[in-house]
């Protein structure tokens, strides 16, 4: 299988008031395609940190990194935007849509910033409304949707760029348990499709859905169950 990310001894120490403090250290990992991986440990372990280096929204105080065998260290931020672009697929907490625009134009939303043409745009939407099951609600504001359905417009959403992989930071950590088995299903499903998923969760029931478990505590891995052989 093919490499998707690789993280080699990778640290990240935050500089605070002359204090330094080492979120992760020599961290390690390959992650390869159609792997579903969540990520848990206590609060302050050091997950979040983490999700952003895989995501490149933040970069190692030392280590490298590799986006499908792409050294990403090097790159400067406008080049590593566009890596993010079109290799990775967020999904938050909070949702994070635009309240004042439906369900379809958050969803097209990535695919503005791709400069796709708006009908290709819209007919891409429409179809990864349908694949989280939420075509009928797409005229919907956030506002007229559940919590489950927002997260449903929200990973649609992470889709439409037909990202590397789909990164989730507690995705159903703001619902309740039975929208929150909803998600799990849908990521459950992007799995069987193929799709590669880290999600970072703190609910047992939540990583039981995943194939692989990192556990991590004080900025570095613990134990790694589930990990992909070659
Ligand atoms: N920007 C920052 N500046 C200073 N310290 C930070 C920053 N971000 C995170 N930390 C610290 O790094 C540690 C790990 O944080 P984080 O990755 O958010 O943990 P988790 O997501 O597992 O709760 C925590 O002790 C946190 O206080
Ligand atoms: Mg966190």
Do not use: W
Not at 64 to 93: C, M, S
Not at 125 to 151: D, H
Request: aromatic share 4%.
């Amino acid at each position: 299988m093919t490499d998707i990310l690789r993280l080699a001894g990778v640290s990240r120490e935050y500089k605070m008031d002359g204090v330094t403090f080492q979120a992760l250290r020599d961290v390690s990992l390959t992650i390869k395609q159609g792997e579903f991986i969540a990520i848990m440990g206590p609060s302050g372990s050091g997950k979040s940190t983490l999700m952003h280096l895989i995501g490149c929204l933040d970069r190692p105080s030392s280590g490298k990194i590799f986006i499908e065998g792409k050294d990403i260290i090097g790159a400067n931020d406008r080049e590593l935007a566009e890596i993010r672009n079109t290799h990775i697929g967020f999904v938050f907490q909070q949702f994070n849509l635009l309240r004042k625009t439906s369900a379809l134009a958050n969803v097209e939303l990535p695919l503005i910033y791709a400069k796709i043409a708006s009908r290709a745009r819209r007919e891409r939407a429409i179809e990864m409304l349908k694949e989280v099951g939420l075509a009928e609600k797409m005229s919907n504001f956030p506002s007229q949707l559940s919590g489950g359905q927002q997260q449903r417009v929200a990973i649609a959403r992470a889709l439409i760029t037909n990202p590397s992989i789909i990164l989730a930071d507690e995705p159903t950590g703001n619902l309740d348990s039975k929208s929150g088995k909803d998600i799990m299903d849908i990521f459950e499903n992007l799995h069987a499709h193929g799709r590669t998923i880290v999600l970072v969760t703190h609910d047992e029931n939540v990583a039981k859905h995943a194939k692989r478990i990192i556990r991590i505590a004080d900025g570095e891995i613990m134990n790694d169950k589930g990990k992909m052989k070659l």
